[in-house]
Every structure is written in structure tokens, then in C-alpha cells.
């Protein structure tokens, strides 16, 4: 049910008035300006505050808006004129259709110049209306509403995967059609290669652009991270043979969402291959207890303490990753973060000198009291 | 005998031409449609064995085409393999639950696809590749 409150007008008025003050903050030289063009030595706003309240503004901050006139001006709305041995002149200041409050100047001696003068501070009281609105308004302004970030990560998600798959189904054609031209299945593997690479180079940007907006979508539900740790293996692949995975023989159950943590996994995995080199290899631990927790060590050349605190910061790559340029725009260990943390893990990098990168992902136990939890989401 | 049909929907012309050269490579006859109204027209008369439905497409959705489909008793056993670049969980669930028996992701090796849509043909199993 939706409940909508409608204002009464003396709210409706001061909630306008309140807008004004502050939207009115912003504009500058108004007090100068109304005295200096109406040559008169002071001059006054007031602005409504609550029903039966003002607030005066002044150049000395001392003086007060004469009551009898704001009164005036806010019953009649008009411009109001006083010269009966002090020169008083007030325009209505509006906001949203009503009188939030007036613009006045005075002097001490009689003039009589009333009716130009106040057409003059009339129409500076409009300007500082119109400025006042547009600052309000500019000031309030929300962003525009094309932002409904799902709409705008799968948009991006489509444009760019739309041509990649063509690109793959034309490759795999090209495949039979040319089959007996040397070199043709080198050259549609390349492109079958750097599809693939864009296409995980895509997925980064969507799992980072959801951490960023708090929008990582999951079904958290019991599951084994040893299986999660064999498919995040094979998914990254390892054709030489330098993984070293040991896994527990009973299931290490942990309350996630499979999915992502594979890619939180597969990322670790990843980094390890890619910065252990050629003949290096990465040693891959799953532990059950005290709570369930993956190790990745690689045999790498590690990174300095600077490094170290900065890394998982997005796009931040270590020196070494941007010195031999390696592909990838330095998101890997921050989407591992990110997903980790949003299921209540940690994943926490240590790299002692001469060692390797050791990465150490630590996700909540499952136990029997999630089995509420598990089915309420 | 005729042979089977399979409808392809795709408002991308070059993935249309693409399954369309594929599936009808795979033994199937292949008739293609750009948008889902123009699918929904074309599914009376020419009543396929299966579907491939893109899921974001101009003038009548993938997943709206799914449902309509879905509510006709007629098209009880017309498979539907979803083949979307839409990602996202959510999208994937929602394809599912309109319907498709399959929802394969964009970018699939077109073999992939071909072997799903065989499979989906023979058992018309709900899964997410």
C-alpha cells in the first residue's frame, strides 16, 4: 500500500520557504546589489522559517525586518511602499507559488522616488526568484534515470557479446570451408583464442561493475568447495601440469553460491599460473578446519609490502604484471574480494621475501543452523 | 518425408544467417523470423520442432514469445533453447521460467549449440549451459 501526504498550505509554504533559504544561500550579493541600484543604505530579507517565524538577513546581521511590513507583503503578495519620514520598500519573494518571504530596502530619510524604486526592487526580487529556483532545482536535480545498473551491465553485456558469438560461429564455418588450406586451423584457433579472451575480459567488467554497485547476484546454498576448487581447476586449464591440488576426501561444506565462487576461485588460480611462469607451478590446499579456508601459493617472485596493500584494488596491477605485460586490466584479485566478502570470507595475501604470492580465501561454515537460511533465499 | 523444422528468431541478421546455415546443416529445416510477433505469425502454419529464441529483440521478447508459445496446448512439445548474450542470473531464471528448455549463452561454439538444441530436442530437459 502506498500512502501519500499531502500538505496543508501554511506547510506546503514553509516547506517552500525552507527550500528557498537554502537555495538563496548560494546566491551572492543580493543585499548589495538591492541597495546599491535602489541607493538606499540598507537593505533586509526575510525569509519565513515556520508558520509564525522569519528569519532576517542583513549586511550588519543585527537589524530586523520591520513585522508590520513582511506582514503586508505576505497577506497582499504585492510590492509595498511606505514613506511617511522613513523610506521603506518590499517586494514579495516567491517560491513554488508562494510568498516565502521579502526583499526590502530602507532608509532613514524621506524619498520620493517610492514607485521607481520599487519597481526596481521588484525586479530584482523576480531575479533572485529565477536564480534561486534554478539553483534549487539544479541543486536537487536527481541524475538521470536511465540507471537502473542491471539494465545498463546487461545492455553492455549484449552489445559486446552479440558480435563475439558471431565471430565464433563464422570462425567454426570457416573451419570447414577451408579445411585444406594450410595454416586455416592455426589462424580460426587464434581468433577462437582472442574471442575468448574478450569474452572473459567482458565477464571481469560485469562482476566488477556489480561489486561496485552492490548488485552481485547469488543463491547462496550448501555446497562443497572441494568440487568448487576441481571445476575452477579444469575451467582455467593447466596444460602443463603445475597445479598441485590437494583436496580433503570428505566435502568441504560451505554455505555459497557456487557459481561465483568458482570465479572467485578461478581468478586465484589464474593469477598463480600466470605469474609462477612457465616452469613454475602453484600449490592448491583446501582445509575443512578450523574453518573451511583455500590456499594458493604460487612460486613466483612475490610482491614488496607496497604492492601487497594495494593489490585488489580494481584495475591495480603489480609492477611486475604491467613490466611484461601481461594481459588483463588488473581486476582478478578484486572480484575474487569482492565476491568472497559478500558471502562473510576473507581473503587476505601474504608474500614473504623470496617466497612466492601465497593467496588464502577463508568463506563461513555451513552447518545445519543455514538450513533456514538456505531455503529463505 | 519433410523434415523437421526448427525456428529460429533472431533480430541479428548475421546470427540468423549463422543458425540458420548451421541448424540446416544439422538435417533440419530452418525458417527464421527477426522479432517475436513475426515468430508468433510464423509458428501457426509452420509449426517447428523446435526454437531457437534470442531473448532481446525488438517487438515481442524472447521471453514473451516463450510464454505465448508455452500457453498454446498446441505447442506442447515445441522445444525452445533460449541463445542469449543477457548473462545475468536473473535473465537466465527468467528465460527458464518462461518456459525454455534450454538457455545457452552467447558466445557458444555453434557445435555447442547444435548438439544442445539435438538434445533438448530428445528429452526437452530444463538446464543452464
Redesign the interface.
Known sequence: MTVTTTLGPVDARRAAAARYRAAMAEVPQILDLAAEACQAPTALIVVTTGADSVVTYGRDGAAEFPALLWEHVKATGRLTVIDDGRFMVAAPLRHEGHVVGALGVFDDLPRCDGEQTGRLLAAIARRVDEETRLRHRSANQPFPAAADH?DV??AI??????P???????A??LVDTTADVPGSDRRVDAIRRN?DRL?RTV?NL?HAASLQMGQL???RRAVDLAEIVSRAAAAVGDPGDRLDVRLPGDPVQVLADA?LVQVAVEHLLANALRFSGADGSVAVSLTAEPAPALTVRDSGPGLGADELGSLGTPFVRGAQARDDQVPGLGLGLSICRGIVHAHGGALSLTSPPGEGLTARITLPEFDKHDDALEGAQ | MSREIVLIVED?A??RE??T??VGNAGYECVGAPDGRTAARMIVTAEPIAMILDV?MPDMDGLDLCRLVRDDPANRDTTIVM?S???????IAAGLAAGADRYL???????HVIAELREAISERAPSVV
Request: charged letters at 25%.
Open positions: 542491471h551491465v546487461s553485456s549484449h552489445e559486446i557479446r552479440t563475439l558469438a558471431n565471430i565464433v560461429g563464422f567454426e564455418m574471442t569474452c565477464d560485469m547476484v547469488g543463491e557459481r | 541479428d548475421d546470427m549463422l543458425l546455415h548451421l532481446e541463445f548474450a543477457n548473462v545475468h542470473p536473473d535473465a549463452l552467447k558466445p557458444l561454439s555453434p557445435r
